[in-house]
C-alpha cells in the first residue's frame, strides 16, 4: 500500500503519513498532498513545493517528470487535461491540452478502399500520431498559474531524463507488449541491445533531456516552431505521417469551463468536453441518486450501477466529440431530468443494449496525478498518449515519443477502437479536431471534504471514477478506499459487465446472471488510481497512490503553523 508513507523532512516542510493532527479551524489545508504514478514524478513535485513553488509548478514539474519516467503512460508528444482550482479567487478550470488531429486528416483516412478499417493504422507509426498539446499546456500552465519560472519546475525531469530512471516490472510488461511496433529511435531509448531491459537496469533519454531544455529557454515555440518543429516535421513525413509545419505552429491550448453538478451533498467538477468524462460521469451520477444506494442488496446495487453505465456510455457514443466541432448540449445531458427520462426504463432485469437507440469510440495506458498546496490550491491530472508508448513512434534525435490518440476517433461508424468503444459522427475525424477522451481528472467536494483523484484506464477510466465517487458518497473519506476499491464497468458496447477478479462476491454474480447480465471476468486488475483528501474540520490530509500501479503519494506537513 502506497499511502501516504513517511518521506523525511525538509526546510520548513515536514513529510509524515495521514496527519492526525489536533482538529482546529483549517481555512487552508496543513500543508501538500501528492498522489503520482512514478515515485519520482511525485518527488519532481516535492522538490518544486520545497523550491516555494505552488500546485501548478507543481503539476508542471509533475508532467514533465512522467513524461520522462513512464513513457508508457503520457509524454511531451501526448496531451491531456489539467484541472485546476485556484484558492484564492475559487477560479476553476480545465486546461485543454489534447492533441488535435492534423490538417491533412479525414474522416476515411484509416480506410482502404473496400471501406474497411486498415488494421493497426490510427496505432502504429506516425500516422497514428495527432498533434501533440502537452508541451503547449505546461507553457500556458507555468506563465498563467504558476509562481516559478517554468524552467524552474522542469528542471527535475530535465535530470531524470539525463541521468536515467530504473527499469521496474511494469516497465518490462509494457515494453514487452509494445516493442514490436518501436522503430529504431525509440528501440535505442527504451530497449538495451534490441532486448527488454532487466529490472534495475537504467534508462537515459538524452535527446528528450535537450527538447525539455529547449522548452525551457524558448517555451512554446522552443517545440512548436524552430529546429525541433522542423525535425519533427521531416521524421514524421519521412515515415508516412502527415504532419505539417502549420499544424504545430497553430496548436493552442484552450481553457474550458468544467462540468459541474451534484449528487446529494457532493459538488462534482469534472473534465469538459473533448473528454466524455465529466459528462458521462455527472449521468451515471445523475440517474443514480433516485436510488438510496445504500438500501438495496448487493445485487440490485451493481445491477442499476450497470444499468446508469450502460446508459451514459451509449449516450458518449451518440453525442460527444470535439466542442469546436459538435455543438454538445451539456446542460441537457448532465440535468435532473434528462437522467430520470433515461433512466426510467431500468427494470429489473438487464437492458439488453441493442434495445437502446443504437449510436451510429479510446486509451488504455494513459497517467494521472493529484495534487493539493497549502494554500488549498488543487490539480486534478490525466495526460495521455493513448496506448502503452503510443504510437511507439520516436522522431530522431528529438526524445520525443509520439502518441496515437488519432485511435480515439471513430475510424468508421461502429467499428470499435482498441478500447472496444465505438461511435459516430460527433467523433469522426476532422483536420484541427480532437479526438473524444475518457479521461476524468475530477474534484469531490462536501462543506468538510474535499477530494481530488483521477485514473488512467481507457473507456474504464469514467467508471472507476463512478466508483470511487459513490464509496466517497457512502462515507469512505479514506484515499486509500478510494484507490483500492473493487473494480466493474459497462460501456454499453460490448454488452457485458467487465469486472477485476473477486470484485464481485460469486452470490452477486449469479444474481446477476439471473437479471440477464453478461458477465466477463477479467484476468487481471486494472487502473492506477491517485487520489488526495483534505479533512478541513480534522485538519487533516491524506494522500494515496493505487497499490495496483507503482506510483506513491505524499503528505507533506508546513512545519510552520
Ligand atoms: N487516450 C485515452 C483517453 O483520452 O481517454
Excluded at 342 to 365: C, Y
Aim: no cysteine; charged share 20%.
Amino acid at each position: 500500500m502506497k499511502l501516504s508513507w513517511t518521506y523525511g523532512a525538509l526546510a520548513g516542510l515536514l513529510l509524515l503519513a495521514a496527519y492526525p493532527a489536533a482538529a482546529q479551524q483549517a481555512p487552508r489545508p496543513p500543508g501538500w498532498a501528492i498522489a503520482t504514478a512514478h515515485p519520482l514524478a511525485t518527488d519532481a513535485g516535492v522538490e518544486i513545493a520545497r523550491a516555494g513553488g505552488n500546485a501548478f509548478d507543481a503539476a508542471v514539474a509533475v508532467s514533465a517528470a512522467l513524461a520522462v519516467v513512464e513513457p508508457m503512460g503520457s509524454g511531451m508528444g501526448g496531451g491531456g487535461f489539467w484541472l485546476l482550482h485556484r484558492a484564492a479567487d475559487g477560479h476553476r478550470v480545465m486546461v485543454d491540452g489534447r492533441e488535435r488531429a492534423p490538417q491533412r486528416a479525414h474522416r476515411d483516412i484509416y480506410l482502404d478502399a473496400a471501406g474497411n478499417v486498415r488494421p493497426r493504422a490510427s496505432l502504429d507509426g506516425p500516422l497514428a500520431a495527432a498533434i501533440p498539446g502537452q508541451p503547449a499546456a505546461l507553457v500556458h500552465i507555468a506563465a498563467r498559474y504558476g509562481r516559478l519560472p517554468l524552467a524552474r519546475s522542469l528542471v527535475p525531469a530535465i535530470r531524470f531524463a539525463r541521468d536515467g530512471f530504473p527499469v521496474t516490472e511494469r516497465y518490462r510488461r509494457l515494453v514487452k507488449m509494445r516493442m514490436a511496433a518501436f522503430n529504431t529511435s525509440a528501440g535505442r531509448v527504451y530497449l538495451i541491445d534490441g532486448e527488454v531491459p532487466d529490472v534495475g537496469d537504467v534508462i537515459k533519454q538524452p535527446d528528450l533531456a535537450s527538447t525539455l531544455t529547449r522548452i525551457a529557454d524558448e517555451g512554446a515555440a522552443g517545440f512548436y516552431a524552430g529546429p525541433l518543429a522542423r525535425r519533427l516535421v521531416e521524421g514524421v513525413s519521412a515515415h508516412g505521417g502527415i504532419w505539417g509545419a502549420d499544424d504545430l505552429s497553430g496548436y493552442q491550448v484552450v481553457e474550458r469551463e468544467p462540468i459541474s453538478g451534484t449528487y446529494r451533498d457532493i459538488e462534482v467538477t469534472s473534465a469538459a468536453p473533448p473528454s466524455s468524462g465529466g459528462i458521462v460521469l455527472m449521468a451515471m451520477l445523475n440517474m443514480l441518486e433516485r436510488w438510496n444506494m445504500n438500501r438495496v442488496t448487493e445485487v440490485e446495487r451493481v445491477h442499476r450501477i450497470v444499468e446508469s453505465m450502460r446508459r451514459a456510455y451509449r449516450d458518449r457514443a451518440l453525442y460527444l466529440g470535439d466542442p469546436d466541432f459538435v455543438a454538445i448540449d451539456s446542460g441537457r445531458l448532465t440535468s435532473k431530468d434528462y437522467a430520470r427520462a433515461l433512466s426510467d426504463d431500468i427494470g429489473a432485469g438487464a437492458t439488453p443494449s441493442r434495445e437502446l437507440d443504437p449510436p451510429r469510440g479510446e486509451g488504455r495506458d494513459t497517467t494521472h496525478f493529484s495534487i493539493l498546496d497549502p494554500a488549498g490550491n488543487r490539480v486534478a491530472a490525466t495526460l495521455s498518449i493513448n496506448y502503452p508508448f503510443g504510437s511507439g513512434f520516436m522522431v530522431a534525435g528529438t526524445g520525443v515519443l509520439l502518441n496515437n490518440e488519432m485511435d480515439d476517433f471513430v475510424a468508421k461508424p461502429g467499428v470499435a477502437n482498441v478500447y472496444g468503444l465505438i461511435g459516430g459522427q460527433a467523433n469522426a475525424i476532422a483536420p484541427g479536431k480532437r479526438p473524444l477522451s475518457s479521461m476524468t481528472p475530477t474534484f469531490l467536494e462536501t462543506k468538510d471534504t474535499v477530494v481530488v483523484l483521477g485514473t488512467p484506464g481507457g473507456s474504464r477510466i469514467i467508471s472507476m471514477v463512478l466508483l470511487a465517487s459513490l464509496k466517497f458518497a457512502q462515507g469512505a473519506h479514506d484515499a486509500e478506499q478510494l484507490v483500492t476499491l473493487p473494480r466493474f464497468h459497462h460501456q454499453y458496447v460490448p454488452d457485458q459487465i467487465v469486472f477485476e477478479p473477486d470484485a464481485i462476491a460469486q452470490a452477486t454474480l449469479v444474481g446477476l446472471k439471473l437479471k440477464g447480465h453478461a458477465l466477463k471476468r477479467r484476468d487481471s486488475p486494472y487502473g492506477n488510481m491517485q487520489a488526495v483528501i483534505w479533512r478541513k474540520r480534522e485538519h487533516r490530509l491524506q494522500a494515496a497512490s493505487d497499490p495496483r500501479g507503482e506510483g506513491s503519494a505524499v503528505v507533506l506537513l508546513d512545519a510552520s503553523r
